[in-house]
Structures are given as C-alpha cells and as structure tokens.
C-alpha cells in the first residue's frame, strides 16, 4: 500500500503520522523531543522510534514530507507605505505563509526603526509601499535605509512595481539577499498577497530551513515544504473549500491555542451577511491567519488574565483573586506544570476560554454605525464570521480537556451586544489527533487524500451549536 510520512518538526516535539494513502487513515503516530539546538537528528530518531514501536517497523515511505516551527518558527518583519493599506497587506501576506510578525513599520523607516529592526533580528523582511505606477519614493528610501544597515537575512521585494527593479538593485549592490514578487496591493483597495505568500515560503525553504539547522536530516525526508502554521492553514482551506468533486466543510475557524500565542485562521469571504451593511476598507483575504501574541496557556497566562481584569477572570474560573494569583505564580515559575487539582482544572479552563473568545474577537471584523450627511449607515471593517458554519479546535489544552467544547463555545457570538462579528451558529470539531498540518502537507501531492484523511480524522463536539445553547459531546 502507498504511505506517507508526515513530520512536523515543532519547537517542542517532532512529531509524526504515518498514513495510508489508499484508505485515507492514520496508520500510526509517533514523537519525540525536537534537538534543534544540538542535532535534529536526535529528536527525529526518538520520534521515528516510538512510530517504529507502534507499527512494528518501519515500512518504506512514498512520500516524506515536513514542516517546522523549530527554533522558533519563522520570523518577520514588514515595511509598507500606509499602516491601514501596503502595510497591513503585507502584514496578511507575513501571517499567510506562517509568520511570526516581530514589527510592521510605515512611512520612512527612521534610525531608530531600524536599530528595533537589526535588535529583533527577522528570518525575513518584507518591504512593500505603493501601488503599481503610484509612490515610489518611500520604497526606495526604505531600500536605500536598509541597504545601509546592517540587516542580515533576506529581503521580499512586494512593492510598486515601477520601483521594484530600483530597489533590487540597491539592496544587492549592498550584498543583501534579495527576491522580487508581486505587488502585495497593486491597485487601490485590491489584495494581492499570494504571491509573496509563496516567495516568503520559497525563502523559508532555501535560507531558513539552513539557518535552523534541519538540513542536518534533509536526506532523511523528500522536503521541508513550509512553516507549520502555513501548513495548518493550507490544510483548513482544503477542509472547508474541498477539492475537485468532494465538497468540503464550507467556511470555517480554526482555533489553535498554545503555550505563549493562540493563532486563528478563517476560510470565509467575511463578506457583508446582512443587507444594508457597507463594506470599508483593506479587502480581507479568504484564508486569514492572526496570531495573539500575548495570549497563551502558559507564557503569556499573566496577558490573559489582565486582558479582562483579574476580578472577572476568578469569576469565570470560580476561584478567588488569592487563587488566581497564585495559579499565577506557579505558572510563571513553571511553564511545564499540569493542573491535577479541580482549582487547577477551573483556572486553565478559565484561560482557554478567554484566550478563545479575545483572540477571535481581535481576528473577526466589527460593524457600527456612522454619520454621513446623507444620514446613519452601518459599516463593516474586516470579516463577518457570523456565516461560519464549522469551528475547530486544536492544540494541547483542547485535546486533552474533558470538556473542549465548552472552550471552544467561548468563539461564538454571544448574548451580550458587541461590534466584533463572530459565528453565531456553528458546529463545534476537534483536531484530536494532530492532523491538520498533515493535510497541508499530503495536500501538495495528492490533495483527494489529504481531504478525505481530515474529514475522517477530525471529531465532532456537537451539533451545529447556536449562541446560548449547551454544547453536547457526540
């Protein structure tokens, strides 16, 4: 039977799924500690090991690819020309190829952006500004800064195309590694980020993958394809759009909480749901991914809980504010520690469900009304998730939760009015076994597989789930 080994090389575990691909299933799965630090090897032969232990021994693989969030994933930073447009395509295009965006920067770099710029050290940069036959002297002022500086990794070229030969030229006269895209905004209002969504992976895959130290086990595996998060996000647009024939999920979220961030990606148009409603601004694309940086089940707990006050948090936890801060304490003093106690179990069920309900509040668009001389309207910036028809959890605390459901809940609309338009009525799935990223991967080379293995994989929490009903287990 063909199989597939799939790796994802985590900054915390190599993990593996080993699949067969004429049925569709997982066959077995295996991890390890990941050892980028000294030899990746190291990790990867415990993870291949304890697949070996479950499967008996190793079989021969048609297909061995991986992605990597290793040493920290892959890092950026983006320059455009205007924060509410380049800049913020550029910051979509960062997120998409899966990005963690270290600074976004508009206008005229200045001296002191760019000593925050070399201090952050980025994997990439990002340099957009303008629209095609539009302003051009901000791009090459940029480029000229830059080339200046003392900036060491590559640069994504995504601008004015009219300037695009210019500032190549600049930085490499300069020594800088350069690669020229598309322009991420092209026209006025128009998205155009897929492009440089594929150079910065093409990036990723020639410098980064070196620079993390995974080419040491490259002979071991077909390719590193991307960065896990990009692969995560491939792996939802397959679910919900489908493939060929096979019709996926519809519009979905995804929800992926972690130790230190909770990323949230959505395949939707995010279009208007109600008549009346005007759209305003940057167009969003179909498959957005944010990432909450200060929103984590253990790094960042501290952010979590300030970011509703401490009060209401031991209120939703059913703790006292003593506890809390102690939970807090322990927290920060260990990142590792696991709740065994039902206080323990309340506090990071508390955590779960504000990182949830924050981090897809910040990701879904708002409506509100405004005053025009013609009279109200109401407005819309950013996607309506109101139409999501499925959301699905992944990451540690959900899977081994006794009642994810409950966390997942927290991303639905609820009785309180509110602008951020998030799904009201959606049915509630878990990513229990880790495979999402598998999808994206198994995508790239036989994608009606890759979607039947989701579809399978994937567990149901409830019926489609309505904002104040009780979620039930299936």
């Known amino acids: 039977m063909p199989l597939a080994l799939l790796i994802d090389f985590g900054s915390t575990y190599t993990k593996l799924r080993a699949i067969d691909m004429e049925t569709a299933v997982i066959l077995a799965s295996g991890q390890g500690p990941s050892t980028v630090g000294t030899d990746i090897n190291d990790g990867l032969d415990a993870a291949l090991g304890d697949l070996e232990s479950h499967l008996g021994k190793l079989p021969e693989f048609e297909f061995r690819l991986a992605s990597s969030s290793a040493a920290g994933g892959l890092s950026m930073t983006t320059v455009g020309l205007v924060p509410d447009l380049t800049a913020k395509a550029a910051r979509l295009a960062a997120l998409g190829a899966g990005a963690k965006v270290a600074g976004t920067y508009s206008f005229e770099l200045t001296n002191g952006d760019i000593e925050t710029i070399i201090k952050d050290a980025p994997d990439i940069l990002l340099l957009s500004g303008g629209t095609d036959g539009g302003n051009y002297k901000v791009i090459e002022h940029n480029a000229h800064t830059l080339a200046e500086s ?201 955590l779960a469900r504000t990182a949830t309900r924050v981090s897809v509040t910040r990701h879904a668009g708002t409506v509100e009304t405004v005053y025009t001389a013609t009279g109200p309207a109401t407005v819309q910036r950013g996607k309506d998730l109101g139409e999501v028809k499925t959301v699905i959890g992944t990451g540690g605390v959900l899977v081994h939760n006794d009642n994810p459901a409950a966390i997942l809940e927290a991303a639905l609309a609820g009785d309180e009015p509110t602008l951020a338009l998030q799904p009201r009525s959606s049915h509630l799935m878990i990513d229990q076994d880790y495979i999402l990223y598998a999808c994206g991967l198994l995508k790239s080379v036989a994608p009606d597989v890759a979607l039947d293995l989701g579809l399978k994989t994937l567990k149901s929490l409830s019926e489609k789930k309505e904002h104040g009903d009780v979620a039930t287990t299936s």
């Not at 999920?249 to 909480?257: H, N, R």
């Not at 929103?295 to 504010?321: N, P, W």
């Open 150 to 350: 003392a900036l060491a990794c590559p640069v994504v070229i995504a601008g004015n195309r009219n300037a695009a030969d210019t500032v190549a030229a600049c930085l490499d006269d300069a020594g800088k590694r350069v690669i020229v895209t598309e322009n991420v905004m092209p026209r006025h209002l128009e998205l155009n980020i897929e492009p440089a969504r594929e150079a910065i992976r093409q990036v990723f895959i020639e410098h980064i993958v070196h620079a993390k130290g995974i080419d040491k086990a490259q002979s071991r595996f077909d390719a590193v394809l991307m960065p896990t998060p990009a692969a995560v996000l491939e792996g939802a647009q397959l679910l919900a759009d489908g493939h060929g024939d096979k019709a996926g999920l519809g519009p979905l979220l995804v929800v992926d909480i972690g130790g230190a961030t909770t990323d949230v990606h959505s395949i939707c148009d995010g279009l208007p749901s109600e008549s009346g409603v005007i759209y305003h601004g940057l167009p969003e694309p179909h498959a957005k991914r944010t990432v909450e940086g200060d929103l984590g089940m253990r790094h960042t707990a501290g952010h979590v809980v300030t970011e509703i006050g401490q009060e209401t948090f031991a209120k939703e936890a059913g703790l006292g504010v003593d506890e809390v801060d102690s939970l807090l304490k322990r927290t920060h003093e260990n990142i590792e520690w696991l709740p065994g106690s039902d206080a323990e179990r309340r506090f990071d069920m508390a």
